[in-house]
T-cell receptor
Framework: NAGVMQNPRHLVRRRGQEARLRCSPM?????VYWYRQLPEEGLKFMVY????????ESGMPKERFSAEFPKEGPSILRIQQVVRGDSAAYFC??????????????FGPGTRLTVT | DAKTTQPPSMDCAEGRAANLPCNHS???????VYWYRQIHSQGPQYIIH???NNETNEMASLIITEDRKSSTLILPHATLRDTAVYYC??????????????FGTGTRLKVLA
């Protein structure tokens, strides 16, 4: 059973460009979470999605950031007009469907975004 | 904001038990305690979780105090590969369906040869 897949693993963008980060959850998982980790800091929650629905986006910056999890295909985290402060590691996690409080999240290897 | 407090760093001799403490004094009755670790800059790896009772799996043991205000992760025989940042996370089941983890700064465990 393949784990959570993220691509690309490394992404370099110039200021003002767009960054698209992809996440394929584990097979059978329908919950996806995105986290951001700045250098030497812990992970910060950004957004929680289920298929075709954004459930909690309380950690998303108000501008330039968006996320989706379509019925078919991977979840996408999109950053428009990137700035140097967006440079970070972006991690995706997935968990199984259902409301069981004990379900753990499985993390992908992350995408390291560098804005030059 | 994180609901947990952990020491910033700890050292442990190889082969010895590593005991990592975590305070979560504001934990609610339906909130679980999760432990993850992050090796270098890899994605966090799930270790163990619990609600009230102590738990054990092939990686570690989790001891939760009776009042649930603190817990300890025990790695019974630490190896050099256990060197990592260990995160203690309190996660609740919210009616809206939110299951986000709120990470603190974690404990940087260094296993010494």
């Amino acid at each position: 059973n393949a784990g959570v897949m993220q691509n690309p693993r490394h992404l370099v963008r110039r200021r003002g460009q767009e960054a698209r980060l992809r996440c394929s959850p584990m097979k059978g998982h329908s919950h996806v979470y995105w986290y951001r980790q700045l250098p030497e800091e812990g992970l910060k929650f950004m957004v929680y999605l289920q298929k075709e629905n954004i459930i909690d986006e309380s950690g998303m910056p108000k501008e330039r950031f968006s996320a989706e999890f379509p019925k078919e295909g991977p979840s996408i985290l999109r950053i428009q007009q990137v700035v140097r402060g967006d440079s970070a590691a972006y991690f995706c996690a997935s968990s199984p469907p259902g409301l069981a409080g004990g379900d753990e999240q499985y993390f992908g290897p992350g995408t390291r975004l560098t804005v030059t | 904001d994180a609901k947990t407090t952990q020491p910033p760093s700890m050292d442990c001799a190889e082969g010895r038990a590593a005991n990592l403490p975590c305070n979560h004094s504001t934990i609610s009755g339906n909130e679980y305690v999760y432990w993850y670790r992050q090796i270098h800059s890899q994605g966090p790896q799930y270790i163990i979780h619990g609600l009230k009772n102590n738990e054990t799996n092939e990686m570690a043991s989790l001891i939760i105090t009776e009042d649930r205000k603190s817990s300890t992760l025990i790695l019974p025989h630490a190896t050099l590969r256990d060197t990592a940042v260990y995160y203690c996370i309190v996660r609740g089941v919210v009616a809206s369906g939110t299951y986000k983890y709120i990470f603190g700064t974690g404990t940087r465990l260094k296993v010494l040869a």
